[in-house]
């Protein structure tokens, strides 16, 4: 104990399949992966542009460092960690890794943050087989136009993260890990925001 110096935590970005230090606003020093223990989930709600936009905060430590990384509710990434994580012991470290994918069908670009612990990566929980429970989008018709609403999908899960993953968490780890300069020619970058689909 004793003594100690505060230290700011390492903000990150998530951006097209890539990590990347908030301050590094030109996008030139990407990272494949970030590793460490879980201390703390959230939810908060940004404004851009006269637009509510829900994040979910990560907050994670290698035991040298804090890295904090805000992922959009409505996205394919949130989707995704929230399926792999629901498999994961998450008293121990994970390793988080981005990627980006086209889909063929509608050219969109979907977003998925995969886990790995242990050396091995995770499965999904949720899937389209075996969806346990995760409600799937619900298609309406607002003033003429076919929109998908997920609303429930949404909901289902935050809850996940609040009353699963929450009650997980520790608060220290021994030093590991953290952001991972690797090789990042396995995933596909793109020009655009991940579409807004199942994570699965």
């Known amino acids: 104990m004793g003594l100690g110096k505060d230290t700011k935590p390492v903000y990150v970005n998530l951006s097209d399949g890539r990590f990347y230090e908030s301050e590094d606003k030109e996008k030139n020093n990407p990272y494949g992966s ?22 979910c905060v990560i907050s994670m430590t290698d ?9 959009r509710v409505n996205s394919s990434y949130f989707g995704s960690f929230v399926s792999f994580l629901k498999n994961a012991d998450l008293s121990q470290p994970i390793k988080l890794k981005p990627g980006v994918k086209k889909d063929p069908k509608s050219d969109k670009t979907i977003g998925t943050l995969f886990v790995e612990q242990g050396g091995s990566f995770l499965k999904q929980f949720y899937t389209k087989d075996k969806p346990n429970g995760l409600p799937p989008f619900q298609k309406k018709k607002v003033n003429g136009n076919i929109v998908w609403d997920k609303t429930d999908y949404l909901e289902f899960l935050e809850n996940v993260v609040e009353k699963d993953f929450k009650p997980q968490l520790r608060k220290e780890l021994p030093k590991t890990a953290g952001l991972k300069s690797e090789p990042t020619e396995t995933f596909v970058n793109a020009d655009e925001e991940p579409a807004d689909d199942l994570p699965f």
């Not at 223990?37 to 829900?54: A, V």
């Not at 035991?63 to 992922?71: C, R, S, T």
Request: hydrophobic share 40%; charged share 25%.
């Open 63 to 71: 035991g040298a460092n804090n890295y904090v990384l805000n992922v």
């Open 34 to 55: 970030l590793e460490g223990l879980i201390t703390g989930l959230s939810f908060r709600d940004d404004m851009f542009e006269n637009n509510k936009i829900r994040k």
